[in-house]
């Protein structure tokens, strides 16, 4: 089985986000467990420069987009046992961001044109292409409008991955004649056509086999006008194809027993690493050092849909408490002055650090006793997964994949991973996590069961991926 993976971003070159990690992780696990994948990738010259130094030349050639002739480079590299292809062009991927350029629309129609040209200049002509998001979902479109003639082609299946249907790439219709150079075909409503405009997502959602999401509750949420950010109807139409596949954290990268970026490592059978490292990021942070008092981490976006807003809104009432609360993270304006003014108003009980720093978030999972994600939606989700790995129990909205991945504490059982709340306002939340508080401070026999019942849990790739060779197999024998 041969499967292309094409993504827009991987970690550990470049990410933005969870698609990062995922086009990390998976094809990683994918190799392990047998495939032939391999891993597509713009050029970003934003790349560390210990990986641009490792990129091997591969070939170059000209292909037309639209009426422009333009240059692609194939460089090639590989790493944890993948082969990575990186598309080279300066002009679109000289930039100092993955997203957010005034032409993304034609930057990612050259690298969705540049990966089909790519297949047969490296000889490699996939049984499967696995696209993700809106950047590479042209793909199946233009493989049946454009390339339908190619021999070669004509039998690659294809699946598109949605990692969160809020990023849809909508342009004007003059993008399919003046840059993909292909004619209006497609533009209809079960083609691209969305509203009077070209929606590349709706192109990959109609023209692909089967779609995925990261999760399965996210996969039933998108049918809804609540969540299918006005791509309902399309996804409610192609049902069929649609399946919800939970995503899996790097189980060698977040490790409590190896990781190399906490100072001291801990396990279900010696957590005793946990309070110095809680220590640890109370000395660094210049938060009174107290092992007893409970640490609220949070490592995320500061955005609507992460849910800040109803944080903004209780945590006045929840630092009247004895508690520490950490947070990192960068996002809308609001949100980062809002969170200085709560840091400057309580020294001694809130830290609030607005920035991006890997080994700083790495030792807030590994250190704090509760991790706060009430997001609004969310698709998957990895940081839930990843507090638990390292002991520290989710408080979560039930919505997307967070309702798939933590269970919620059953008083009467003893049973649960975290704790969850529902309906999305401030004051449950603020119930919910006065409810962890309560047990935190005085049922500690309870509060260590959850916390061994959340490291045991199963969040590797493992089972992941499996589900993903089940869908390439039905695909190939369909």
Not at 303 to 321: A, C, Y
Not at 337 to 355: A, G, H, Q
Not at 425 to 449: C, F, G, P
């Amino acid at each position: 089985m041969k499967v292309l993976f094409a993504s827009a971003e991987s970690a550990p070159f470049f990410k933005s986000g969870g698609l990062g990690d995922v086009a990390s992780a998976l094809p990683k696990e994918l190799v392990k467990q047998g495939v032939d994948i391999r891993v597509v990738l713009p050029n970003y010259t934003i790349m560390p420069e210990k990986y641009k130094s490792q990129l091997e030349e591969h070939s170059h050639f000209r292909f037309q987009l639209g009426n422009k002739n333009v240059y692609c480079g194939i460089k090639t590299l590989k790493h944890d046992n993948v082969m990575y292809y990186f598309i080279d062009n300066l002009s679109y991927f000289d930039r100092p961001d993955l997203y957010g350029e005034w032409d993304d629309g034609e930057r990612f129609a050259y690298f969705s044109t540049a990966i089909i040209e790519m297949m047969e200049v490296v000889d490699f002509i996939p049984d499967i292409i696995h696209c993700n998001d809106w950047q590479t979902a042209m793909i199946p479109a233009m493989l049946v409008d454009r390339y339908h003639w190619k021999d070669t082609l004509k039998s690659i299946r294809k699946v598109l991955t949605i990692h969160n249907i809020r990023f849809q790439g909508i342009y004007d219709p003059n993008i399919l004649t003046n840059v993909f150079g292909t004619s209006y075909n497609t533009f209809t409503d079960d083609g691209v056509k969305y509203h009077d405009l070209v929606n590349y997502l709706k192109g990959g959602i109609n023209f692909s086999d089967r779609v995925t999401t990261v999760s399965p509750t996210y996969a039933n949420e998108i049918t809804t006008p609540e969540f299918g950010e006005g791509l309902d109807a399309v996804i409610h139409h192609n049902r069929w194809k649609l399946r919800g596949i939970i995503n899996g954290i790097d189980y060698d990268s977040n490790n409590p027993e190896s990781d190399p970026l906490i100072p001291h490592h801990f396990s279900t059978e010696d957590i005793s690493g946990k309070t110095k490292n809680k220590l640890e990021l109370q000395r660094r942070l210049g938060l009174p050092e107290n092992p007893d008092v409970p640490i609220i981490g949070m490592v995320s976006r500061l955005t609507d849909q992460k849910g800040f807003q109803l944080i903004e809104e209780k945590l006045n009432d929840l630092l009247q408490q004895d508690v520490q609360v950490v947070l990192l993270g960068t996002g809308e304006e609001q949100f980062e002055n809002s969170f200085r003014y709560f840091e400057d108003v309580y020294r001694d009980k809130m830290r609030s650090c607005i920035m991006f720093d890997v080994e700083l978030a790495q030792l807030i999972y590994a250190s704090s006793d509760m991790f706060l994600m009430p997001s609004a939606f969310e698709p998957c989700g990895l940081s839930q997964m990843m507090a638990m790995r390292y002991g520290t129990l989710p408080i979560v909205h039930e919505t997307g994949g967070l309702v798939d991945t933590v269970q919620a504490y059953n008083q009467f059982t003893g049973e649960g991973t975290g704790f969850s709340f529902s309906p999305f306002n401030a004051q449950t939340m603020l119930d919910v996590i006065n409810l962890a508080l309560h047990i935190y401070r005085n049922d500690q026999e309870t509060w260590k069961q959850l916390v061994e019942q959340a490291m045991k849990s199963d969040f590797s790739w493992e089972g992941p991926a499996q589900d993903y060779i089940k869908l390439y197999e039905e695909l190939l024998n369909e």
